[in-house]
């Protein structure tokens, strides 16, 4: 059975939680992705998608940092299986999440998408 570590993309697009309001926008705009890992050097700390991002954006303007964000903390491990991640995607209304080395440390060593898992369920159908 696939785990999420052979599924995800190791390129990842990501933003500093020391990053503004305005450049996550412009780099989730210029990259098309609709979410980001918000990251503190390599560790994970939250999860912003764009439509939280104008909304914060109309409410505190483009400088408000990410850091001073209530982000979500949303993740997948390397080694969860692609059903348990589908269903919190579902669940939680995304199309990304990023995936840590474990919950203990951390470490955002990847991004698992919608599309990647509809394509491992694909091959096992076939």
């Known amino acids: 059975m696939a785990r999420v570590r052979e599924l995800m993309s190791k390129q990842i697009v990501a933003v500093s939680k020391n990053a503004s309001l305005g450049s996550a926008i412009k780099l989730m705009r210029r990259a098309h992705v609709s979410v980001l890992p918000v990251l503190e050097g390599t560790t994970l700390s939250g999860l912003i998608g764009m439509e939280e991002a104008e909304r914060e954006q109309e409410r505190w303007g483009n400088e408000r940092k ?3 964000l209530r982000l979500r903390l ?3 491990e390397e080694l969860d299986e692609p059903e348990r991640v589908a269903k919190l995607m579902v ?7 990023p995936v840590v080395n474990n919950a203990i440390e951390m470490k955002c060593v990847g991004i698992i998408s919608s599309t990647e898992i509809a394509r491992s369920h694909k091959k096992k159908i076939l």
């Open 66 to 68: 990410l850091s001073e």
């Open 74 to 76: 949303l993740f997948a």
């Open 91 to 97: 669940t939680n209304k995304i199309s990304r999440l």
